[in-house]
């Protein structure tokens, strides 16, 4: 990675709202490099990954127009922690050589890293200053319920693989916490841009 990109890295848990957030660091024109869409490039039909996947997990996680079937491969990684593992292992890599290329050819003063894994993987380890969008859990339970229209206990399992809570908000330096409305939610973003523009200067 470059030296003169300062990133942040910005995370939380599911049904956080940290797509709501990126989106308006986008809008001021700040470059944000997803994890979750680096996550879904590499097993894109006919990449590495996915072939990898299918000869450990079964062809029948493909479905039927040549892609991943993540609902199912989904059950299976959150019901065996080895299974998981052996997925992490196929994917961390190629995710973080993702990564690394959106932040090297961005061009904005600096760049968000949005990642829901930022403090389980070492994406971390990319980045100068973490941002964390906390939200009570009963508060991401219903939203992310909600949102995706799968289970509670589901929910939950993925909440159990994360980092707890207590571990996301000591590693963060910074903390928004969105349980109110999108103007408010607006206002915090503007001014940790305007905090970032000059932090970035001075790196």
């Given at each position: 990675?470059q030296?003169q990109k300062?990133?942040v ?28 869409i ?12 996915l072939?990898e ?5 079964g062809?029948d996680?493909?479905?039927?127009e ?6 199912k491969?989904?059950?299976?990684v ?13 994917t ?7 990564i690394i ?5 961005a061009?904005?003063p ?5 990642s ?13 200053r973490i941002?964390?969008?906390?939200v009570?859990e ?5 939203r992310a319920?909600?949102r995706?229209?799968?289970?509670v ?8 693989a ?8 000591a ?5 928004i ?14 001014r940790?841009?305007a ?7 001075k790196?």
């Amino acid at each position: 990675m470059q030296e003169q990109k300062w990133v942040v890295g910005l995370t939380g848990g599911i049904g956080s709202g940290k797509t709501a957030v990126s989106d308006r660091f986008a809008l001021k024109g700040i470059v944000v490099v997803d994890a979750d869409i680096a996550s879904r490039t590499i097993v894109e039909p006919g990449k590495p990954a996915l072939l990898e996947i299918a000869e450990h997990f079964g062809a029948d996680i493909i479905n039927k127009e040549g892609q991943l079937d993540r609902a199912k491969l989904r059950e299976i990684v959150f019901a065996d922690p080895t299974q998981r593992s052996k997925l992490e292992a196929i994917t961390h890599p190629r995710i973080r050589d993702e990564i690394i290329y959106g932040i090297t050819t961005a061009s904005s003063p600096y760049v968000i890293l949005a990642s829901p894994l930022l403090m389980e993987t070492d994406q971390h380890s990319m980045c100068d200053r973490i941002l964390l969008v906390d939200v009570p859990e009963a508060l991401q339970l219903e939203r992310a319920s909600a949102r995706d229209g799968v289970s509670v206990e589901q929910i939950k399992a993925i909440m159990a693989a994360q980092t707890s809570r207590d571990k996301r908000q000591a590693s963060a330096d910074d903390i928004i916490v969105n349980d109110r409305d999108l103007t408010w939610l607006d206002h915090e973003v503007e001014r940790l841009h305007a905090h970032y523009i000059t932090l970035s200067t001075k790196a």
